[in-house]
């Protein structure tokens, strides 16, 4: 299926992107960004909504279904570098595809797994049965974290970071704004589905959705590179902005060993793997955190909104600045949110603090939306960009599945998220240290 010399993986097949009447890097801008929606089952904001429903469901504590999270997490974290490695053998087009495949049949599985642990159990005494939901989550876990949020993530980043160059942080700002609404809509729109079709119909539609609708459109619309088009990033080169902005100048193409040696590397991927920790643990426990600090389910969902707002905002900031300033100074913004976040987070039941959790979150998450694409390809080049952005994608995994069990046993232990909100505000403070001004 996936064989380089057949007709149904060619460049030209089944048509020519040189036709299209247009740079077609902006058709792989429009694909890549309905991918990275597609990836929001294996998202945590995916499964908040269903983070209740699966406690009661298979009989899980808060801390046993973060344990499983955390474990089924850090497994497909630990895959992503061999992942990224089969990106650079196969390309973005083949890699997608066989992702979304994936995801879909996972959530399949996810739909059946209460059925399939009374079925286990119906042959194990009846305290095995807990065990039993534990290890088919933490399955299930693994498998969703490592095709959707993993793998096709990774996948569409890399196919705008190739197509693009100067005007890659356009593309991702653009691609932002699409992507922050839809995760910040996301818990809404799963909860509606799961009101219409119970959750494990919900699942059954992701998945009908992955395989019949983005698999073929992936297969279908991307292509790797420019080049093998016949074409040249951003469409045509773009001359000046070079000599204005030493980052923008390519030495050279590093391997991945000599990326992950250099402090830029630890910089970038530390600062967006807090994030990671911080907004996964925040929304899987998203119903839990409002009921400490007094907030329905439906106002605390709400913060979604204008936080994407804010988010978007940025996205697009970034995108416009990126290539006239030095991308420390943008990884500077997204750290200094990340501490204002935090506090506004250990005040959320002050209007203040409410506005500090929404605005710094905005802030780093809109960062965060457009650095993570931007600096891969910019510092280190194209040619292991998937190598080295799966190292980077494997930290950002592990870390979103710690997030939720660290912030879990934090609320078990004390019976408050207070301790580990303090925890969340001296991380990206520390950080900051990394950065050379």
Not at 220 to 249: A, Q, S, W
Not at 411 to 437: D, R
Request: charged share 10%.
């Amino acid at each position: 299926m996936i064989s380089a010399s057949s007709k149904w993986w060619r460049v030209e097949f089944p048509f020519r992107p040189q036709s299209t009447g247009f740079f077609y890097g902006w058709w792989i801008v429009v694909a890549s960004t309905i991918g990275m929606l597609f990836s929001i089952p294996g998202q945590t904001m995916g499964f908040s909504v269903f983070t209740e429903i699966m406690m009661s469901d298979l009989g899980l504590s808060r801390v046993a279904l973060s344990a499983a999270y955390c474990l089924g997490t850090v497994g497909s974290g630990l895959t992503l570098p061999a992942l990224g490695r089969l990106y650079d053998d196969w390309g973005g087009r083949k890699l997608s595809v066989v992702a979304v495949l994936v995801t879909g049949v996972v959530l399949f599985y996810l739909s059946g797994i209460g059925k399939f642990q009374d079925g286990l159990a119906s042959f194990l005494p009846s305290s095995a049965s807990p065990v039993v939901g534990f290890l088919l989550i933490g399955l299930g876990f693994y498998l969703i974290r490592m095709s959707a949020q993993g793998v096709l993530t990774m996948c569409c980043r890399n196919l705008v970071g190739k197509w693009f160059d100067h005007r890659r942080g356009l593309a991702f700002a653009i691609s932002g704004i699409a992507v922050s609404f839809a995760f910040s809509v996301a818990p809404k729109v799963l909860d509606l589905l799961i009101v219409r079709f119970g959750h494990e119909g919900a699942w059954i539609t992701l998945g009908v959705l992955s395989i019949c609708f983005m698999a073929p459109l992936a297969w279908l619309v991307f292509r790797d590179t420019p080049e093998e088009c016949g074409m040249v990033m951003d469409g045509r080169t773009i001359v000046g902005l070079k000599e204005k902005n030493e980052d923008m100048i390519i030495h050279r193409e590093y391997t991945r060993v000599e990326a992950v040696r250099t402090v830029t590397f630890w910089a970038f991927c530390l600062s967006f793997s807090f994030f990671s920790f911080f907004s996964t643990a925040f929304t899987f426990h998203i119903v839990s955190i409002g009921d400490e600090f007094g907030f329905s389910k439906n106002q605390i969902l709400s913060l979604f909104i204008p936080m994407a707002v804010i988010s978007v905002v940025t996205s697009l900031f970034v995108g416009w600045i990126n290539p006239y300033l030095r991308l420390k100074w943008l990884l500077l913004g997204l750290n200094i949110g990340a501490v204002i976040g935090a506090v506004g987070l250990l005040k959320l039941n002050t209007a203040p603090g409410e506005w500090a959790y929404v605005i710094g979150n905005g802030l780093c998450g809109g960062s965060f939306m457009s650095l993570s694409g931007l600096v891969w390809p910019r510092f280190f080049g194209r040619k292991w960009l998937g190598s080295i952005s799966g190292v980077n994608m494997s930290l950002i995994v592990i870390a979103s599945g710690i997030g939720p069990l660290v912030f879990g046993l934090s609320e078990q232990l004390t019976g408050s998220y207070f301790l580990v909100l303090c925890l969340s505000v001296a991380l990206p403070a520390l950080l900051l240290s990394l950065i050379h001004i």
